[in-house]
Nanobody, 114 residues
Framework: QVRLVESGGGLVQPGGSLTLSCVGF?????LGWYRQSPGTGREYVAK???????NYRDSVKGRFTISIDKPNNIAYLRMNSLKPNDTGTYYC???????????WGQGTQVTVSS
């Protein structure tokens, strides 16, 4: 059973940093982070595959880093140089096997504001 729990969100000033964590998974085919702001749809942020390949939406490239601590099954999203439009609820999603179901956490709120 995959039950994802995100943590690490909070209020941060523009230019600041946060690291989000996601636990509750074991082996993965892929793991991703998405975000949603009020009035907008859920949008893709970053993804990491089982062999280590990563990709990012253009607006976060060079600022965000996705990683996995495999021995401890913890995923991270390191976010630097945060901007107000990075504000939103951030969700972790895991696909344990290729072609399998996707599992989602409940999200953690990130607010970037001065």
């Amino acid at each position: 059973q995959v039950r994802l729990v995100e943590s690490g969100g909070g209020l941060v000033q523009p230019g600041g940093s946060l690291t989000l964590s996601c636990v509750g998974f074991e082996s993965i085919f892929s793991l991703g982070w998405y975000r949603q702001s009020p009035g907008t749809g859920r949008e893709y942020v970053a993804k990491i595959f089982h062999e280590g390949t990563t990709n990012y939406r253009d607006s976060v490239k060079g600022r965000f880093t996705i990683s996995i601590d495999k021995p401890n099954n913890i995923a991270y999203l390191r976010m630097n140089s945060l901007k107000p439009n990075d504000t939103g609820t951030y969700y972790c999603t895991v696909r344990p096997t290729m072609g399998g179901n996707d599992y989602w956490g409940q999200g953690t709120q990130v607010t970037v504001s001065s």
